[in-house]
C-alpha cells in the first residue's frame, strides 16, 4: 500500500520479501485516502510543522484497509 511516503527502495524491498516467501501482492495506492485524511485535519495541524502525527496516518489507513 504505497504511500506518497513510500521510496522505490521500500516498495521493490516488499514486492521482494513477497516473492521470496511465495506471496501473492496486490497494490492499493492510498495516496488519495491520504490526501483526504490531509483534508479532514487540516484545521487541527495548521500551523505546525509536517511530522510523526501526519505520518502515523498511513499506517492508520493501511490497517483499516
Given at each position: ?49 509536517f ?8 499506517s ?6
Amino acid at each position: 500500500m504505497p504511500s506518497p511516503y513510500s521510496s522505490d527502495h521500500s516498495i521493490a524491498d516488499a514486492l521482494e520479501l513477497a516473492q521470496n516467501l511465495g506471496i501473492q501482492t496486490h497494490t492499493l495506492a492510498i495516496g488519495e485516502l491520504m490526501q483526504s485524511y490531509d483534508l479532514s485535519l487540516g484545521d487541527l495541524f495548521a500551523g505546525t510543522t509536517f511530522g510523526l502525527a501526519e505520518e502515523n496516518i498511513q499506517s492508520r489507513i493501511r490497517g483499516t484497509c
